[in-house]
Structures are given as C-alpha cells and as structure tokens.
C-alpha cells in the first residue's frame, strides 16, 4: 500500500512539473513560407509564452501524402527550420529549443474525417509543444546600485549597466515596472550636468553578430532601437541631446544569466567636466 502511494505521489509529481502549451502553424502546398497570418498567430503564441518558465520547445513540421518520402521528409524539415527562425528573430533563446525534425508526411486515414483535401490542408503544418517548468521557478531581480554610481565619481571609461530597466521581448518598450527605474534615472542625469555618455542597447538570443528583429517595425535593428527609446525617454525629461548618443550593439556582450538581462541599455561615460 505505501508503495502505491509513493508511486502515485511520484507520478503526480511529475505531470505537475511538465505542463505545456501547444501551437500550430498551417502552410501552403508545397510551401515552407509562412503566411502572415500564420505569422501574425505565432507572434500572439510567442507573447503568451514569455510570462512562463520554459523548460524546453520542440518544433516538429509535417505534410501530407501527396510527394516521395524524400521530398515530404525535406519539406517538413524546411517547415521546422522555418518556425526556428521565427523563434531565433524573435529573441527566444536558441538553448531552449531542444528539438527541431521533419517528420514527414501524415497518413490520411489518421485525422477523422472524410474530406481529402480538408485532411490534406490540416497535415500541412509544424507543430510547437513548449515545455514550462511547473510550478515556475521564482525570479530574482538584482540589486541594483546604478543610482549609487551615477551620483558618485565618475570617469571616462565607465560602463554602467542598468540592471532593472527590463524590455518587453521583440520590442523596444520597457516592461510598465520599469518605467518608474528609468523616470529616477532621468532625475539624477538631469542634475548631472557635467558628464557626457553613450547608450547602448543590447538585444538577448541571437548570434552576436546579428541584431534582432523588432516586431513593431519588422526592422532587424532591435538593439539600436532599445537604446532611441532610452534616449528619447531622457530627452523628454529635459536631459540635453548634446550629452548623449546612442548605439545597437546587438548581442555582442552576453551577461550569461537569465535572457531578459541580456534586453538591456547600459550607460558608457564618454566625458566627466572638471
């Protein structure tokens, strides 16, 4: 008996801990594009899942009959890498995707249903099945003590990372707790009249040499537009213009912890008045 209940303990346990979300994405016949609405679906899916703990994505393409082995087994690997992409573009990052395969086609007689091309057209898609770690591992902010350095001596040279000034993931705004951070930056950058710096944007998940793609403008400048966005928010505070640049270094420079680190600004000072 008390072994029954520990392996039922055991199993509960588990389901808990692998909860998942699904998403599928439709194609054309012999197609591996994405549509724009199918496009547009997978963005909504990708806003859903960056309030979770993901353990891991598995992205999985099909087709349907019609075709040779070979050329079903290639088209639903072309699917697969396609929805990578996306991904990749988007800032997920790259480790969690764990599996990426082609699966082929599927059979017919697996969907009931009786219409062939209805059948066919619901074969004709990847799969994405992502894995949250459940219940969710709680976040840790940093402490920050950015406001500490930039009221204390400063020297050119100084990179000052802020550590709270959170992005939303694929855009150039701040998440709404982060707001308040950047208003008490302004504040002190207002009254700091003699220091002169750059502010560079970084982007999480991508090669570092590319930038990421901002999903607003569909623009692969996501870094550069991090950093305008904290330019114009400290300019229509009434920091001058003259004092500051701005620069997208894309993801050059990786903290190595948690990707939202890496959807950041930090400050370069360029020139401290004696």
């Given at each position: 008996m008390r072994l029954?209940?520990?392996?039922?303990?055991?199993?509960?346990?588990?389901?808990?801990?692998?909860?998942?979300?699904?998403?599928?994405?439709?194609f054309e016949t012999d197609k591996y594009t994405i549509l724009e609405t199918e496009h547009y679906r997978l963005l909504?899916?990708?806003?859903?899942?960056?309030?979770?703990?993901?353990?891991?994505?598995?992205?999985?393409?099909?087709?349907?009959?019609?075709?040779?082995?070979?050329?079903n087994?290639?088209?639903?690997?072309?699917r697969a890498n396609a929805i990578k992409t996306v991904f990749s573009n988007n800032e997920v990052d790259d480790n969690l995707i764990t599996n990426i395969d082609g699966k082929g086609e599927i059979l017919l007689n697996i969907?009931?249903?009786?219409?062939?091309?209805?059948?066919r057209a619901l074969n004709r898609k990847v799969e994405i099945v992502v894995?949250?770690?459940?219940?969710?591992?709680?976040?840790?902010l940093p402490n920050t003590k950015v406001e500490e350095l930039l009221t204390g001596d400063l020297k050119v040279g100084d990179n000052i990372q802020i550590e709270n000034l959170l992005f939303k993931t694929g855009y150039s705004y701040l998440v709404p707790e982060s707001i308040e951070v950047l208003n008490r930056i302004a504040a002190i950058l207002l009254q700091r009249r003699d220091i002169s710096f750059t502010i560079q944007g970084h982007v999480c998940c991508t090669n570092g040499t590319?930038?990421?793609?901002?999903?607003?403008?569909?623009?692969r400048n996501l870094s550069v537009a991090r950093?305008?966005?904290?330019?114009?928010?400290?300019?229509?505070?009434?920091?001058?213009?003259?004092?500051?640049?701005?620069?997208?270094?894309?993801?050059k420079y990786p903290l190595g912890g948690l990707p939202e680190y890496d959807r950041r600004v930090e400050l370069l000072i360029t020139a401290v008045k004696k």
């Open positions: 029954f209940v520990l392996i039922t303990f055991l199993s509960l346990q588990f389901a808990f801990s692998q909860k998942e979300m699904k998403h599928i994405v439709y909504l899916f990708l806003s859903e899942i960056e309030s979770i703990d993901v353990k891991k994505i598995s992205i999985y393409g099909f087709c349907d009959d019609r075709g040779s082995d070979s050329y087994l290639k088209l639903s690997k072309n969907i009931k249903e009786t219409n062939v091309q209805k059948i894995t949250q770690v459940f219940p969710p591992r709680k976040t840790i590319r930038d990421a793609l901002d999903r607003k403008t569909k623009k950093a305008k966005y904290v330019y114009d928010f400290l300019a229509n505070k009434g920091v001058s213009r003259n004092r500051m640049k701005y620069v997208g270094l894309k993801r």
